[in-house]
Each structure stands twice: as C-alpha cells, then as structure tokens.
C-alpha cells in the first residue's frame, strides 16, 4: 500500500506502547472476548482498514476485531519490532511490502503460515509476490493483500487548457518514455505558466525504479543500489524533471500536496492504484475532472501489503480465519470493485468481467482494471531486500532536497550514496 515519510523510532516506540497498553487507534472498541474467534488486529492507517474489518464483523456474527490504526506503515513496522523485542504482540499486523524483508529475515518472531495451509492456497497469489514473503527455508510468514500496479493521472481539464489531447489513449502516447513525459511537461509549462507534475521524487524516480528487473539489491541478495543502472537511470531522470522547472514542488501526502491536488495546482500525478481511493477523499470536487493513462515505460508496481501473524500471538486461528476470508482471489477481487483501488494480488480473476468491466467514474470511466493489469503483466519483478525502504528513502530525500532549493544537483547522487552508507553500513 502506500509509501509514507519515515519517522523518529522514539514516536513509533510511544505509539507501539500505547497500542500495547490500550488499543487506541482508529477501529472498532470491541476487545477480543477470548472465545478464539476474536482477536487483536494492528494496521497503518490511510488505508480504511476499519471498512473491511466491519464487513468482516457483519458477515461472522459474534467475532470481536479489536482494530488499532498505529499510524504511517513505516511507524507500524516499528511499533512491530519493538513489540517483537518483548512487548505485547497483536494476533494479525498489516506489513507494508519494502518493511517486509527484514521480518522474513527473523522467521522465528511468526508463525509459519504453512501450519495453517498456506502451502495450499501460495498458488493463488502472483509468484514474485508471495516470494516475498517466503523464506530461504521455505516458511510463509505472510498472504499478500495487495499491489500497487502503475499509471498516470491526469487531470483532463487542464491538458485541454494546454492545447495537449484528453482521450487516455492518445494521452499515454505522449509519454512512451520518462524523457518523452518531461517533455510533455515542458509544453504544459509553456502554454500555461503552472506546474505539470506534483513532484519529482515518488512520481518519476519512485516510478522509474521499480520498471526493472533489478533495483536496490541483486537477485543473490546483494546491495547494488550505488551500481545499478535501473536506480541511476531513474534518480537522473527525476533531476531532470527538476531542473525543467515543471513541478509543484509538492512532496507527497504533504498538506500542501493534498490541497494542490483539489485545486488544480498540478496537472499530473503518478498514481499507483491504491492511490486512487485517496485521491477521492482529497479531492471530492474534482470528480470527472481526472482520467487515467499508461505509465511511461508500460508497467511497473509500486506498493503491497502483507497480512501476518506474530508468534506469540493469543488468537492465531481467529487471526487466519481472517486472512482466508478477506484474501482469497474472490474476496481481492470484491474488495477491488468496491474500493476501486485495491489492486488483487489473485491473477486468476484478472480476466473476471467483475474486473475487466470495471470503470471508475471518478476518474472519467476510466478502465482501471484493465489498466492496472496491464501495469503487472509486463513487470519484470526485483528482489526487494531488508534496507529497501531506508535506501529507496535517502534517494527520495536527496531529489526533494534539490527540488525544495536545498541540494545541488550535481552533488545529489553522491550525498544519496553517503547517507545510505552511513544508515546501513554499506
């Protein structure tokens, strides 16, 4: 699911021992009843978790989700590690993708999902994801719930105002590269003053980097961040972006890039299909005004989720009895017609006419099953390591830090590569 800014380990401690102690958050009041059908369920928040919680609760009478929204996915992970160390565990988290690796890497703080039949259903999910989530020794620490699938929203009022085409298909021509949608970019620029695209960092190199077969870390496992061609091509191409001066200077879910989005202060934003359910709540008086097209490049995914059960756990089969309901392909792909944005993880319902037939009025009917769809089938999928996130967050920095005036763009790929070095050690 989405890519949230990262914060102090001091707040995510707090937030972990306060979820601990008394279950805040933003879900239902209801405390597990010990009667093993109930149990405690951690999850990050923007998501509307509460929304499938309670449909859960209606449809199994008598069971008590006690729900608590800790806070960004990178605060749950470490509420999550430091409630692993020795504090009290909840019977289900939600585990955002680039935080998954290093808990796969501690097998032993969950339960092996193959206890309950995993093994048996692993074949509904797409192989490169539930990989993921897999040890070298073959455990199953967690059932994807979700992926991100890649596309560009545009805002189709706006290109008109430009002089630039609105049919989605004629639209997605424009930018059959990174370099070709820059340039778009300058003649939206041109022709009206005001920035072309919300920002540099998550949608062009966010975008850019995960297109590849290799990013961050090599198939063997090993850190190539400061050798890969994918990660330079993509860093380059959001300096690029930068220095033609058509951004808003907007970093994303920021105040300013929510309100920019309903005022029409960028034109374009790269939007993974979680993002489309957001950009609904933030911008409600913009309805019909977005469309969506390819990305540049065609494919790519960005995002994904991870339903697992600690093992210390109190209620570990109410916690499954979850996971099989809410995560089978037929249940993803309900959950995908009714939010219209949570993408399926389950291949076998991308050709259900549930999800092909699938138009999104928000965003002027666009397709967006098929669309997304499109994004997965021509993905050449990466091995996502233990340090993704923190590598994948000092490049993000290092382009906002150019973008906001502070960097300098010849020295950026370098202060990146130093920051990292110092955050992992390599």
């Known amino acids: ?88 565990v909840p019977d289900l988290v939600l585990i955002q993708g680039d935080d998954l690796p290093k808990f796969v890497q501690q097998p032993q703080n969950f339960h092996d999902l193959r206890q309950f039949g995993a093994d048996k259903i692993k074949g509904d999910y797409l192989d490169w994801v539930i990989s993921q989530s897999t040890t070298k020794g073959g455990e199953i620490i967690g059932i994807p719930t979700d992926v991100g699938g890649m596309a560009v929203a545009y805002r189709t009022d706006l290109f008109k105002e430009a002089g630039l085409p609105t049919d989605r298909e004629e639209v997605g021509k424009l930018w059959p590269t990174w370099d070709a949608f820059i340039e ?28 590849g077969p290799m990013k961050y870390y090599d198939p063997s496992g090993n850190v190539v961040y400061s050798t890969s061609p994918q990660v330079k091509t993509a860093f380059d191409l959001a300096i690029k972006t930068v220095q033609a001066g058509i951004t808003a200077k907007q970093s994303s879910f920021s105040d300013g890039w929510s309100a920019g989005m309903g005022k029409g202060q960028y034109a374009v934003i790269s939007a993974p299909a979680w993002l489309l359910s957001q950009m609904e709540r933030n911008a409600p008086d913009t309805k019909g005004k977005w469309d969506i097209a390819a990305i540049p490049g065609g494919a790519g995914n960005w995002g994904g989720s991870y339903l697992a059960i600690p093992k210390r756990a109190k209620n570990p089969k109410a916690a499954w009895d979850y996971i099989t309901k809410t995560q089978s392909p037929q249940a993803q792909l309900q959950h995908f017609v009714d939010t219209g944005s949570t993408m399926p993880t389950t291949p076998s319902v991308y050709k259900d006419p549930k999800l092909t037939g699938l138009k999104n009025e928000f965003f002027s009917g666009a397709p967006t099953g098929v669309i997304y769809t499109n994004s997965l089938t021509g993905l050449k999928p990466f091995l996502v390591g233990p340090d993704s996130a923190v590598i994948g967050q000092e490049f993000l920095n290092a382009i906002t830090n150019v973008e906001q005036g502070k960097g300098d763009a010849a020295k950026a790929w370098d202060a990146a590569l130093a920051n990292i070095k110092t955050a992992i050690g390599k």
Do not use: H
Not at 2 to 10: D, E, V, W, Y
Not at 193 to 211: E, I, M, P, R
């Open 1 to 88: 699911m989405k890519f949230r800014i990262a914060t102090s380990a001091l707040l995510a401690t707090a937030l972990a021992l306060s979820a601990a102690a008394c279950g805040g958050g933003g879900g239902t009041a209801a405390q597990p009843s010990g009667d093993g059908k109930s149990f405690e369920f951690w999850s990050f928040t923007g998501i509307n978790q509460k929304e499938s919680v309670d449909k859960y609760q209606k449809q199994n009478p008598g069971v008590q989700v006690k729900l608590t929204e800790v806070g960004g996915s990178t605060e749950t992970a470490q509420a999550l590690t430091t409630a692993l160390a020795g504090g009290k």
């Open 184 to 211: 778009t970019g300058k003649k939206y620029t041109a022709a009206t003053g005001k920035a072309f695209v919300d920002n540099a960092a998550t949608s062009v190199f966010y975008q850019a980097v995960n297109q």
